[in-house]
């Protein structure tokens, strides 16, 4: 599916204050609930999602985070639903009706009408093509339904599962970030992409 943005007009919202509720085949899309927040600890501190997201800078620091959120962290996540500036979801999976992760459209540059996209999923939610649908829901919401014009993201060499997701969805690569990244003493690139709301993107398309 084509993001055909100037055909929306006024119907589009600037802004992304708006929390919807998106449903695909595999994922359902939504505003944080308790449950979901409480499900997000462990995610938060599995190795692999500390380490893909540049959140560590070493394998030792990577295994041996605290599974249980903070007070802070929790109550960053209960803000959430107040923010204009930023779009969490809880990435939940449709077949078991629990959290697996989330996906974020954060960043906001709204006079230039573009902003950062990031999606995490922890163990249960991984090699089951649920990120792929969950980006793709994002990326129909936010060009079908606000004023974005422009999303961008960066992947660590190390992730090339991630780069293939975001290419598939439709990101083009922009460029390389050189030596990024200081994990395990070695340094590591961070690649730049970036989607319009004119360019082609495959994927399905949100039932409300």
Same mark, same amino acid.
Request: aromatic share 6%; with cysteine.
């Given at each position: 599916?084509?993001?055909? @943005? ?9 802004? #992304? ?6 449903? %695909? ?7 944080? !609930?308790? =449950? ?7 995610? #938060? ?13 070493? !394998? ?12 802070? !962290?929790?109550?960053?996540? *209960? ?17 078991? %009706? ?12 709204? *006079?230039?009408?573009?902003? %950062?996209?990031?999606?995490?999923? %922890? ?16 990326? *129909?919401? @936010?060009?079908?339904? !606000? ?26 690569? *922009?460029?390389?970030?050189? @030596? ?9 690139? @961070? ?14 398309? =949100?039932?409300?």
């Amino acid at each position: 599916m084509g993001g055909e @943005a100037e055909n929306h007009g006024d119907e589009r919202r600037e802004g #992304l204050g708006t929390k919807p509720v998106l449903v %695909g085949e595999r994922v359902i899309l939504r505003p944080f !609930t308790e =449950a979901d927040i409480v499900a997000m600890g462990p995610i #938060l501190a599995d190795p692999e999602v500390l380490k893909l997201t540049g959140s560590v800078h070493s !394998t030792r620091d990577a295994e041996s985070a605290d599974p249980r959120l903070d007070a802070a !962290t929790r109550t960053w996540y *209960e803000g959430l639903a107040a923010r204009n500036d930023r779009l969490d979801l809880a990435v939940v999976d449709a077949a078991g %009706g629990h959290c697996v992760g989330e996906v974020v459209l954060n960043n906001l540059d709204a *006079e230039n009408r573009s902003c %950062g996209f990031r999606i995490l999923l %922890g163990p249960a939610g991984r090699n089951r093509s649920l990120g792929s649908e969950a980006t793709a829901l994002l990326l *129909e919401h @936010a060009f079908s339904n !606000t004023t974005l014009h422009r999303i961008a993201l960066e992947v660590y060499d190390f992730n090339p599962r991630a780069r293939h997701v975001y290419e598939r969805a439709g990101f083009s690569l *922009e460029g390389t970030a050189r @030596a990024a990244l200081l994990f395990d003493g070695q340094f590591i690139d @961070a690649h730049v992409f970036s989607i319009l709301a004119t360019d082609p993107r495959p994927g399905p398309a =949100a039932r409300s």
